[in-house]
Structures are given as structure tokens and as C-alpha cells.
């Protein structure tokens, strides 16, 4: 992700959006979004680390005088909103392998998270981004205020795809270890063999609102291959003799849609917004189109 994110434009729309969570409210921090909670309570709730931009009056100037360390008083009836964003590292985000970089799936999951986690960050929000790999992967955050996003950008470029990834055990575990439940974005081609489900109603289990990005290239939606051919998976190394005729491209399409409309059913059964994308579609309008559509931005 080393060229250009943002250009002006995009990124005055994104300024606009805020990140949506209707079925979760946790969290005593100050943020661009007011509760839902009635009331006008003004009753000290805990201190934070001033990030630029914050209303000075907000600041404990006794603490200040005392620490030599800027603090922001939080109140009890303001919160903010947690946004837990899981990025699939996994060997099978790596493709393809050739032909224009925009079209490669990691590439393309990065840039819709750093649209993301910039409307979250500019929104006030607690942003946590984990890269998930059978390695253990990497985390950044949690952290909140617009002073982190080049911090966040930085981080993102450095990130890697390695080795397989047992999806539901990653899910899992992610769900254990996290501390608060908010608003949970899944960037993931879903090619797991172990599959999705328990990890997803793991996720669930904690209170998490869950939205699934599903990231695929345009050649695995739709094909283009014939003849005898010698597949290779690329997270196993397992090779695979096959025939592509036009009676096995035609199974293929069947079998695809099938699946997705398989994980879309899952995903309306149990609230989790679904949306499925081939990385020929432009990242940002996906998050301000496709996005908007399902309400996890507005």
C-alpha cells in the first residue's frame, strides 16, 4: 500500500460518513457520536490522553500543572463506539500473483481499511486493526483521535500475506481477547477450509455487530482458464490435476454462486451485514456505496 490512499476529493467524502452501530452501545469515552442513553448527566466518568483537535476546555488543568501531561475529563453520558477491524492475511489474499495491482486482493482489502479506520479515527472512535494469519498475525490499537491515522497508514504498509489460516480458530480466538464489543468489519476472501460460522457466532457471543467484506478478484468470480491444467493451492502447495472445459467452467459458476448465496443466507439468519465485492470495483465506492446500502456507514 505504499502509493497514494486518499486523493482530496475521496477523502472529503469520507470525512462526512461516521461508522454505524445499531445493536451495540458500550463505552464512557467522548466521541463525535452523543449516547442513546437520556438523560444530561455531567458526572466525571475517567481521564484520557488529549489528541489534537479536543476541545481545550475538556482539559484538567490541575492534572496538567501536576504531571506536565495533558488530560481530557470524560462524562458519563458520551460514548464512543469500538470498530474492531480484522484483516484475512492469509496466503490466499495474495493473488493475483501478476497483472494490475489493483486488482490484488490484499491491496485492495488495505485501502478499504484505511477508509475505514479513517472515518472511525476522524469520528472519535476506539479502532482496533488486527491483522489474522496462522503466524499469529499483528495489532495496532487500540487507539482513537485523528493524530494516529498516518501511525495507522504506516502500520498498514508494512503488513504481509503468509501461510494458511484456520478462520474459525482465528475468530475465536479474537473474540476471547477482545476486551470491549462494538462494531466488528471482517475483510476476508472466506476461503477457509474449517470454514466461517463458529468463528462468526464467536464474535457474536461477545456482543459484537459484525460486517463481512468479502474480497475476491474478478477472476475467481468469473474465469477465464481452459484445458488441461495443474492447479496449486496456494496456503497448502497441494497440486491438482484438472480438465477446464466449458461443462466444467459452467459447474464452477453453479458451485460459486451456490456458496455465496450460502453465506449470505448465514449472514441474514444471524444480523451480520454481508457484502461481497471483486476487487475490479473501486474501494471507495464500496464504502460509499455498498456500505451505506447494508448501514454500516451513514
Known amino acids: 500500500m ?34 442513546s442513553r437520556r438523560g444530561t448527566s455531567i458526572e466525571f466518568a475517567d481521564y484520557r490522553n488529549y ?21 481530557i475529563k470524560l462524562l458519563e453520558d458520551e ?9 484475512d492475511a ?22 478499504v481499511l484505511a477508509g475505514l479506520a479513517y472515518i472511525a479515527l476522524a469520528g472519535g472512535d476506539r479502532v482496533t486493526v488486527t ?80 460486517a463481512v467484506i468479502q474480497i475476491l478478484s474478478p477472476d475467481e468470480v468469473n474465469p477465464e482458464i481452459t484445458g488441461d491444467l495443474k492447479l496449486l493451492d496456494v496456503e497448502t502447495g497441494i497440486p491438482q490435476d484438472v480438465t477446464i472445459d466449458a461443462g466444467m467452467r459452467e459447474l464452477y459458476l453453479q458451485r460459486f454462486e451456490a456458496w455465496q448465496a450460502e453465506i449470505g443466507a448465514y449472514c441474514v439468519r444471524r444480523g451480520i451485514h454481508y457484502v461481497a465485492v471483486d476487487t475490479g470495483t473501486p474501494w471507495e465506492e464500496l464504502i460509499l456505496s455498498e456500505l451505506r446500502r447494508v448501514s454500516v456507514v451513514r
Open 2 to 35: 505504499a502509493e497514494p490512499v486518499f486523493d482530496e476529493k475521496t477523502l472529503r467524502k469520507l470525512e462526512r460518513l461516521m461508522l454505524v452501530a445499531n445493536r451495540v452501545r458500550a463505552g464512557a469515552i467522548k466521541g463525535e457520536r452523543r449516547s
Open 51 to 71: 489528541v489534537r483537535g479536543d476541545d481545550l476546555r475538556r482539559l484538567d488543568w490541575n492534572i496538567y500543572a501536576r504531571l506536565q501531561r495533558p488530560f
Open 79 to 87: 460514548e464512543d463506539l469500538a470498530v474492531h477491524l480484522l484483516l
Open 90 to 111: 492469509s496466503a490466499s489474499m495474495d493473488w493475483p500473483r501478476s497483472g494490475p495491482r489493483d486488482l490484488h486482493k490484499f491491496l485492495y482489502a488495505q485501502r
Open 131 to 210: 491483522a489474522l494469519r496462522g503466524d499469529g498475525g499483528a495489532r495496532w490499537g487500540p487507539l482513537r483521535g485523528r493524530g494516529y491515522i498516518l501511525n495507522l497508514f504506516a502500520w498498514l504498509e508494512k503488513l504481509h500475506t503468509r501461510g494458511g489460516l484456520d478462520f474459525n480458530a482465528a475468530l475465536r480466538d479474537y473474540a476471547l481477547r477482545s476486551a470491549r464489543p462494538g462494531l466488528c468489519v471482517v475483510l476476508t476472501d472466506l476461503m477457509s477450509p474449517e470454514g466461517y460460522e463458529d468463528g462468526l457466532r464467536a464474535l457474536l457471543g461477545r456482543g459484537n455487530e459484525i
